[in-house]
């Protein structure tokens, strides 16, 4: 049993990213897979929420997505990863805040 945590567990740690491409952000995360339609995202703000998500730190972007719902990710360049999704909707608020990270 303590083999399938630990198998799922490093399936989670080593298959977890992320993928800006055709207007969209896709999340893997382990066998979960999530699409975010960037012309959808609103706001990106920084979080540290210690529930689990498809992001490997403690230091997150919470991106709020339209349709209410919020993802919360960890790109290792937060600051290139902002200025992608800002490059294709250039409408998304970013939490000034997220300048002094990354």
């Given at each position: 049993?303590?083999?399938?945590?630990?198998?799922?567990?490093?399936?989670?740690?080593?298959?977890?990213?992320?993928?800006?491409?055709?207007?969209?952000?896709?999340?893997?995360?382990?066998?979960?897979?999530?699409?975010?339609?960037?012309?959808?995202?609103?706001?990106?703000?920084?979080?540290?929420?210690?529930?689990?998500?498809p992001a490997l730190s403690m230091n997150r972007l919470e991106i709020l997505h339209s349709t209410g719902k919020v993802i919360n990710i960890s790109p290792e360049n937060e600051k290139e990863f902002i200025r992608l999704l800002v490059t294709e909707n250039p409408d998304i608020v970013v939490d000034a805040s997220n300048s002094e990270r990354g």
């Open positions: 049993m303590s083999g399938l945590i630990i198998g799922l567990l490093m399936w989670l740690w080593f298959s977890t990213g992320y993928k800006v491409h055709d207007g969209r952000i896709t999340v893997r995360f382990g066998p979960f897979t999530s699409r975010v339609d960037i012309d959808g995202i609103t706001r990106i703000d920084k979080g540290r929420s210690p529930v689990m998500a």
